[in-house]
């Protein structure tokens, strides 16, 4: 079975500040990898996706990712953040033909003025 | 373009009353349904998932149960409530032949 590790579960950081959110995953065989946002008390938003192809993978928001599979990771980052990114970021792994997600625990992310 | 919709929004309900939450989706057909529960320090977790009316697998054995009576609706329930089934419940779908899910706003259930 697969699992999915979320290495910090707060991550403070100022605005225009870089910042990298971590995941790593445990699967013997080939995963597709997503990160998702949940702002407070509503759903969850998908920020991007690696299903295939090349390993940095962009996604909206100025969000992008890089799988590396050999590291078993797939670190999310931003060059500049703003207020606005607060929220709590889950990494999720899905394993064919299986459809059905596995999180992590979701990180906190906190942008301080 | 798809939307889903869940309600209530928000609901408190007693100990070892009944509940039913409703899900359903515009837009697409035959979508892959799952229902996940959000509960305090503890991640999300997969309930059920559905790829198709009436066809309901269960993740977790729990006092709780899922339904797909149309093809864009899905329905959790439960007899009896208990405390431990407090939380945010969400709702989510998927195209039959792609990987990712499609959140809805989910549902804030307390048990009291």
């Known amino acids: 079975a697969q699992s999915v590790t979320q290495l910090d579960s707060q991550v403070p950081v100022f605005e225009e500040a870089p910042v990298e959110l971590r995941c790593n995953y445990s699967s013997s065989v080939s995963v597709y990898l997503f990160w998702y946002v949940q702002y407070p008390n509503q759903g969850l938003q998908l920020l991007l996706k690696y299903l295939s192809g090349s390993t940095l993978v962009k996604g909206i928001n100025g969000f992008e990712a890089e799988f590396n599979k050999s590291q078993t990771s797939f670190h999310l980052r931003k060059p500049s953040v703003h207020i606005s990114d607060t929220a709590e970021y889950f990494c999720?792994?899905?394993?064919?033909?299986?459809?059905?997600?596995?999180f992590g625990s979701g990180t906190r992310l906190q942008v301080q003025p | 373009s798809q939307t889903i919709h869940q309600w209530p929004a928000t609901l408190v309900q007693p100990v070892g009353s009944p509940l039913s939450l409703e899900c359903t989706v515009e837009?697409?057909?035959?979508?892959?349904l799952y229902w996940y529960r959000q509960a305090a320090g503890r991640g999300l977790q997969l309930l059920f998932y559905?790829?198709?009316?009436?066809?309901i697998s269960s993740e977790v054995p729990q006092n709780l149960s899922a339904s797909r009576p149309q093809d864009r609706q899905f329905i959790l329930s439960s007899k009896k409530l208990l405390l431990s089934d407090s939380g945010f419940y969400l709702c989510a779908w998927s195209s039959a032949n792609s990987y990712e899910q499609y959140f809805g706003p989910g549902t804030r259930l307390t048990v009291t």
């Open positions: 999720a792994v899905s394993l064919p033909p299986r459809r059905a997600l596995t």
């Open positions: 837009g697409t057909s035959n979508p892959n």
């Open positions: 559905s790829v198709g009316i009436g066809q």
